[in-house]
C-alpha cells in the first residue's frame, strides 16, 4: 500500500518538531546515571537539538528521480518548536518562494503570483517544493509530541552512548495519516533514523542521517536522506551549509509581511 501523499524535508526542515504525551518510565545512564526519563521526554531533547530557543540555518536540498536530479538552496529561521520561516534563494526561477509556520497554521508564498496562501489541513499531506517532504513533515515536532504516544522499545549502549529506539503511535482520532514511526537517535540527542508506517504497518518512507558532526556547537547530521522505501531512486537529501542557534530574530520574522519579503 503506497503512502497517500502524491510523493514526500525537514526534512527538514523544520527539522524538520512537538508537545507533551504520555509514555513509560526509563532509567536512562547514559543521559543522567539516577533519575528517570519518559519516552516523550527523551524525543522533545532530540527535537530541541535541532532547533534551539531560535535558529538561523542556510541548506541545500537535492530531489533525484529516475529520470533527472535538481539542487536548489534556502534559508530557514525557527521559534522554538512551532514556527519557522523557510525562504528558497537558488535556482533563480524558484528564489524567494516561502512557507511560514506559525502554531497549527501554514502558508506559502510566490512571488511570481505575489500572493500568499494559507494551507487547509486537506493540502498538509501534499509534497513540499517537489520534494519526498510533505507539509506535514515541515510542521513535525510539534504534532509529533501532540499527537502520538510513545514507547520505548529498545535501547543499546556502545562507545558510552546509548541508542534509542522509540515507536510513535497515534493518540485516537489524531489528525496525522501514519500508522506508526519508528525513531533511532542516540543518548546525545542526534537523530538516526526515522521510518513512516502506513495503516497496514507496513514501512513507506524513512528519513536517514549521514555525517555527524558539530555544527553550531552541537552534534547533528550533516546530511537528512528522506527515501521512498518502494521506490530506491525516488529520495531527497537536505545538507546543512551552516547553522547558528539561539540567535536574536525579531518576532516580525514570523509574519505575513515576513513571508512575502516585505
Known amino acids: 500500500m503506497r503512502h497517500p501523499q502524491s510523493s514526500h524535508v525537514q526534512l527538514l526542515i523544520f527539522r524538520f518538531v512537538s508537545a507533551v504525551c504520555a509514555a513509560g518510565l526509563l532509567c536512562c545512564a547514559g543521559i543522567s546515571a539516577a533519575s528517570d526519563i519518559t519516552a516523550e521526554e527523551l524525543i522533545a531533547r532530540m527535537i530541541d537539538q535541532s532547533r534551539g530557543l531560535s535558529s538561523y540555518s542556510e541548506l541545500s536540498m537535492t530531489v533525484n528521480r529516475p529520470q533527472w536530479q535538481r539542487t536548489s538552496s534556502f534559508n530557514v529561521l525557527t521559534r522554538g518548536r ?115 508506517f502506513d495503516q497496514d504497518m507496513q514501512p513507506v518512507k524513512e528519513m536517514r542521517a549521514f555525517e555527524v558532526q558539530e555544527l553550531g556547537g552541537r552534534m547533528l547530521a550533516k546530511r537528512m536522506r528522506m527515501s521512498d522505501l518502494e521506490d530506491s531512486e525516488r529520495w531527497t537529501e537536505v545538507t546543512y551549509e551552516s547553522i547558528e542557534f539561539d540567535v536574536e530574530i525579531d518576532d516580525r520574522n514570523f509574519t505575513q509581511f515576513a513571508l512575502r519579503g516585505e
Not at 524558484?94 to 496562501?117: C, F, H, Q
Request: hydrophobic share 35%; proline share 4%; glycine share 4%.
Open 82 to 196: 512551532e514556527d519557522a520561516l523557510i525562504r528558497f534563494t537558488a535556482p533563480a526561477k524558484d528564489a524567494g518562494n516561502a512557507t511560514l509556520k506559525v502554531g497549527e497554521t501554514m502558508w506559502t508564498y510566490s512571488p511570481k503570483i505575489r500572493r500568499s496562501v494559507r494551507l487547509p489541513k486537506s493540502m498538509m499531506s501534499q509534497e513540499w517544493a517537489g520534494s519526498d517532504f510533505s507539509y506535514n513533515d515541515l510542521a513535525r515536532s510539534d504534532k509529533l509530541l501532540a499527537y502520538y504516544r510513545h514507547d520505548i522499545v529498545d535501547q543499546v549502549e556502545e562507545n558510552g552512548l546509548i541508542t534509542y529506539t522509540i515507536e510513535s503511535t497515534p493518540k485516537e482520532n489524531a489528525p496525522v495519516v501514519w500508522g506508526k514511526e519508528r525513531i533511532v537517535f542516540r543518548s546525545d540527542n542526534v537523530l538516526l533514523t526515522q521510518t513512516f
